[in-house]
């Protein structure tokens, strides 16, 4: 019987270079929240609540155009507004993480879903992993350690940040899996409007207890503006539009440009140095993404 990923596999993709540009250019937008996010002056988690709420307005117009058969069952409003929940959760543990370590660290972490839904995956075929997916773990686990040790050496602060972002990659697996639930009898639009209405309270809540500025202060509203359409119009909505025209292998290789571009951001604006042993680390993580996408 052929496998799910042999059908992916073989599955004729034909992309243009207007595929491919949206690939890169989104990839390349999404590396860049990091470096908003420092730059607002609001809280780290207040800055992930505003990404959530500026773009809402134009996602519920986006989904009343959607052609829908009804309304959403209630099962799948449920499962939204959970997964919203999961998101928030990602958004805070991941921007606060980018308050404490180097940019190109918390882009590598903040992808580690793509791991963890590897696993996930294995667990749910009750079977162990292939060779392949042997190498993505080791991969991982080998350039996680690289990373933390270094981030260790510099400081705990730096290493508290790295423990942060890979806890926005857990969260993040549990925000995907019953947005993906969702989508399978829903328009995409809808379902980002669902999930950043569930997500936005959240994240304004938790920006609150612990005690964030919540309004811009004299950095302007600029950097929490430029956050919300870069990361969730333009970033999400290219990659939306490309990832139908390229096989996971395409996709996950496209992903280390986010990394790369973070830690080029960090050097330039805040003089965060990469040594041989940074880039390693990141080479080992990096490779073990693309092989988990694939794998995906």
Not at 167 to 172: H, Q, R, S, T
Not at 227 to 240: D, E
Request: aromatic residues 8%; charged residues 10%.
């Amino acid at each position: 019987m052929t496998s799910a990923t042999e059908v992916a596999d073989k599955k004729p993709f034909a992309p243009g270079a207007w595929h491919f540009a949206a690939l890169l250019v989104g990839n390349a937008t999404l590396a860049l929240g990091p470096w908003l996010v420092r730059l607002a002056d609001t809280g780290p988690v207040a800055a992930g609540f505003w990404r959530m709420l500026l773009p809402l307005p134009l996602f519920v117009w986006l989904a009343l155009r959607e052609r829908s058969a009804g309304p959403p069952a209630r099962r799948n409003v449920v499962l939204l507004l959970t997964a919203g929940a999961f998101f928030a959760a990602d958004l805070a543990s991941w921007h606060i993480g980018i308050e404490r370590t180097r940019l190109g660290n918390a882009t590598l972490f903040g992808n580690s879903g793509s791991i963890i839904l590897m696993v996930w995956g294995l667990i749910a075929l009750r079977r162990g992993p292939s060779g392949r997916e042997w190498i993505a773990l080791a991969a991982a686990l080998g350039g996680a350690a690289v990373l933390m040790g270094r981030s260790l050496e510099i400081s705990t602060a730096t290493f508290v940040g790295d423990l942060f972002c890979v806890l926005a990659g857990i969260f993040y697996v549990f925000y995907l899996l019953p947005a993906q639930g969702a989508r399978a009898t829903m328009g995409q639009w809808s379902v980002l409007a669902l999930v950043s209405a569930s997500a936005a309270p959240v994240l304004l809540g938790i920006a609150i207890v612990l005690g964030e500025p919540v309004l811009p202060g004299a950095a302007g509203w600029l950097p929490v503006v430029a956050l919300a359409v870069s990361s969730q119009v333009i970033g999400q909505g290219l990659l939306v539009f490309a990832l139908k025209h390229f096989p996971p292998l395409i996709v996950g290789m496209a992903l280390l440009t986010q990394p790369a571009i973070a830690a080029l951001v960090g050097w330039l604006a805040f003089d965060e140095v990469l040594g041989p042993a940074d880039i390693a680390g990141m080479v080992l993580v990096s490779a073990a993404l693309v092989i988990a996408r694939q794998r995906s």
